[in-house]
């Protein structure tokens, strides 16, 4: 089975801080993608990538940032937090390769929820 | 950007209704579909996709979906439904040759009362 594994469940940080999300996947998985989900706006794409050190904006990409080091991983940065990225964060992984691969079925992490004062 | 429209954003039923959860997406050539549900702590799982083929396709717990090309939707159904399928669900295309990834609708949060 694919495993989708996210550093935190829970976490809390102050404004202005920076905040490292960490995904990782263990199926050799080539795209990988951050989404936040909000009650009532459903799953937005924040960032994705379809190779190491390749990434591609989502609908939402202000005020993060993203890092693909390894394959296996994909980390968010919010550079400084606010307020508005109080949030429900997921992270997921597809096995289709290139760019054309982003249709394909993803599988997803249990979620960061991340709370900002 | 593609753009998906999920009927109904609540929906309450009792259980053994019939269910039906509507899903329209916008034209973007080849298409996936897919059916994610989220159960209450849990994480995001498939229910569902549709490819190619018959344009009916049978999911997970019972659930199905039809893919009707000429009114660009693919509608979730279910004949008799449990409490345990007290979720939220999420209809998704995925677009071919973008970097979109999938497109999730705002999701229906569906209560079945005992």
């Known amino acids: 089975d694919v495993k989708v594994t996210q550093s935190s469940r829970y976490l809390v940080k102050r404004t202005g801080e920076k905040v490292f999300l960490e995904c990782v996947q263990d199926?050799?998985?080539?795209?990988m993608f951050w989404y936040r989900q909000d009650p009532g706006l459903g799953l937005r794409l924040i960032y994705f990538s379809y190779d190491v050190k390749m990434k591609e904006k989502g609908d939402i990409p202000e005020g993060y940032s993203v890092s693909r080091e390894k394959k296996e991983r994909f980390s968010l940065i919010l550079e400084s937090a606010s307020t508005n990225q109080t949030s429900m964060y997921l992270c997921?992984?597809?096995?289709?390769?290139?760019?054309?691969?982003?249709?394909?079925?993803?599988?997803f992490g249990p979620g960061t929820r991340l709370t900002v004062l | 950007a593609q753009s998906v429209s999920q009927h109904n954003h609540h929906v309450i039923l009792s259980e053994a209704a019939s269910l039906e959860l509507g899903c329209n997406y916008s034209y973007g050539g080849t298409v996936n579909l897919f059916w994610y549900v989220q159960y209450p702590g849990q994480h995001l799982q498939l229910l569902l996709k549709y490819f190619s083929g018959d344009p009916l396709v049978k999911g997970i717990k019972g659930f199905e979906a039809e893919f009707i090309k000429s009114k660009f939707s693919f509608n979730l159904r279910k004949p008799s439904v449990q409490w345990s399928d007290t979720a939220e669900y999420f209809c998704a295309p995925g677009y071919g040759g973008g970097a979109d990834g999938l497109t999730f609708g705002k999701g229906t949060h569906l209560i079945i009362q005992p």
């Open positions: 997921a992984s597809s096995l289709d390769k290139g760019l054309a691969g982003g249709r394909g079925e993803q599988f």
């Open positions: 199926m050799d998985h080539e795209n």
